[in-house]
């Protein structure tokens, strides 16, 4: 193991699996994004002029298609900015300052808050709840879904005031949770009235093995059970189209829009049109939105196969680590040996690989196990991601012998 | 002047001034920005790929063209999104829920806050410290600026955390702050280490009569007055391209723009750089902005002329009602006969046209004097605005007969 790790580290590699980029052929697939609109006159729609200011919850044509996307109203969107992480963050912000439709208070009045995270989880999830102060209680993850036994404990607390989720394709172990988790979340009974499902269906779409999995339509789930206000879902075109210079959206209760519409006013007069009527004219309708997809897939597949392969190949039944095997979203996850996370990216930074931080995936960037490791297969060439899940076999190993011996094996 | 009134009744009109939204006309003369980023490969430069994630703080060039455009250094400079209207709601949001970088601690901490507000103003500022629950304290309105000796009297008390100032062609009265006050501004000494001046530079390079007018730089102005901090500038493209789809920006010292980076990374992994390579691309730079805003004022001087020729023509002399005549901007405002500004209103709506809400440009919606009237010249096409004004001169005049007589002429 030795001498095959000195070998990796006289290839002076530099390479990255850290974040959950396209890569540039993706971006090249969709970029007819750039040339769609070129005529201004197909700028002026149904008496609206989508260049001037105007229609703040966003161009009914935009509302339409992100109705078809999730399978909800168009009534029930609020088609945003560049970033759904950007309206996630307001929406906690609005909480924190003015408190949801359903507050008794705002939650900065509060003295306790407290926010359930599913783990492990997406970074920059919980870095909005912990800028708010909150304390962050750890949901395990299962391939179901999170742990709903514990869930529907930890909201009869009304301190707890909600819940991130990734319903499909979860980050970042890649889970799909199951219609019966989907309805117990629509049917949670929290004591805060105020708590809110934070439900990020990011990768809605984005299947990388197999066709469209189709999806429960949590808003309508919620009404019938009665709370239909307890929900907001969120997604954006960042991995359809051009990460962070997409569109995005809210899908909430109409009573949900029209109270985010008010404050949202205080805010914006406006968000970008022409880039809605932009994404419109290109992705069409969800029909159209799956062809493209199957266009990322074709590239994304093969870098996910060859990771699951070496991953396989490698590390089977040895005891050191175990993953599932999406087949959509992002990210592949690998538990590691508790108590190795760390130590196999510390190896993999010295051969020149760098890995989302270990932890990372944890409120707080605390991993308790030290085990998590997320791997995103996305941005390399396929041949520079082979050579660093060479990398990161070796390294995962060399921690787990480590830790096995009880001693440091490379300085 | 009854019988003009019961014509113009009969005309039905439809006619709207209430909001400064350019013109079709405007937009069609920068819709060449539709088609100035054609090719995916304009997309990479200096390494990055614009179409994806990355760059918070916003595209180098980006960067450069707000720095000559307004006077200050790149470094000093961070990019935003469609609006920066967003970018105030968000600073003075920062400041509510974190603290600004000079803050003891968060706004929301304080048991009072009180913020300063040049009167008449901008509707839109006004409702962001509204909603945070400011005491929103007036300061009259001159035209050299705020009355500074109020403001300096002001800022002695530490619940006062800053204040709005539109320092070229102020809103709505179209005033420009001489050198003095805004060399004032950058003196002031006030008692709240995190007092914050927002400087909306939201008309710099928008004169409709005459050259370009140079302004002072008011960060380094506040630098060398020993306080670097106290000053955030805001401007965007919403009245170079197209209203609310451009791009945004903050200007202020670094330190400020590292702090603000830092918060908006929760918020956010990056603006839309695409839009911003196309503005960059269309705009260029400060010069080739100005050739674009020449193109502007063709077509809005004519109006502005109009306006205050009927103006001139209809009301000079009658001790009823005196304005300024701007040279930039988007607004001239009357200020009719102190209790005649709610009625004129009433009766120019009677007929068909709207005009931004009386008291709409003080705090609270409040004018206590009922006087100010803004009128928004840029979106009628000139014969409408003509018709417009028409019924504006009449209903501003009756207005002033009921209240002189003290009697309703109109039922």
Not at 119 to 135: A, K, L
Not at 171 to 187: H, K, L, M, S
Not at 357 to 373: K, N
């Amino acid at each position: 193991m030795r001498e095959r790790y000195e070998k990796l580290k006289d290839k002076n590699l530099k390479l990255d699996m850290s974040r959950g980029k396209p890569e540039k052929g993706q971006l090249d697939v969709v970029s007819g994004l750039l040339t769609v609109l070129s005529d201004k006159d197909m700028c002026l729609l149904d008496g609206i002029d989508c260049r001037n200011y105007g229609d703040l919850a966003g161009l009914q044509c935009a509302r339409e298609y992100w109705a078809d996307v999730l399978g909800c109203k168009p009534s029930q969107t609020f088609v945003g900015g560049n970033a759904s992480l950007n309206l996630m963050h307001d929406l906690i912000t609005r909480g924190y300052t003015h408190g949801l439709l359903d507050s008794p208070q705002p939650w900065c009045k509060e003295e306790k808050l407290k926010f359930l995270c599913p783990v492990p989880g997406y970074d920059r999830h919980f870095r909005i709840t912990e800028t708010y102060g909150f304390e962050m209680i750890c949901i395990p993850m299962t391939p179901d879904g999170p742990d709903m036994d514990m869930v529907e404990e930890y909201v009869k607390d009304p301190a707890v005031k909600g819940i991130w989720c990734v319903p499909k394709y979860s980050n970042p172990q890649g889970y799909v949770y199951t219609d019966e988790t989907v309805q117990r979340f629509a049917q949670l009974k929290p004591a805060a009235p105020d708590f809110v499902i934070m439900w990020d269906n990011a990768y809605c779409v984005h299947e990388f093995e197999g066709d469209f999995e189709p999806f429960k339509d949590i808003i309508s789930l919620c009404a019938q059970a009665g709370r239909p206000n307890m929900v907001y879902e969120f997604a954006s075109t960042s991995k359809l189209t051009f990460p962070g210079a997409g569109i995005s959206v809210i899908a909430s209760s109409e009573e949900n829009i029209a109270y985010w519409s008010k404050l949202a006013g205080v805010q914006n007069i406006s968000y970008d049109k022409v880039n809605q009527l932009r994404h419109v004219l290109f992705l069409k309708n969800k029909a159209h939105t799956l062809e493209i997809m199957k266009e990322h897939a074709a590239i994304l597949q093969p870098k996910f196969r060859m990771v699951l392969k070496m991953l396989r190949k490698e590390l089977t039944n040895k005891g050191i680590a175990h993953w599932h095997h999406p087949v959509g979203g992002y990210f592949v996850c690998v538990a590691a040996m508790p108590g190795t996370a760390k130590r196999t990216l510390e190896l993999c930074k010295q051969l020149g690989v760098t890995l989302t931080p270990a932890g990372a995936t944890y409120p707080y960037g605390i991993d308790p196990e030290d085990s998590m490791i997320r791997i995103a297969p996305s941005y390399p060439p396929i041949e520079e991601l082979e050579a660093a899940m060479d990398v990161f076999c070796v390294c995962i190993k060399l921690a787990a012998l480590e830790k096995h011996l009880g001693e440091t094996l490379i300085g």
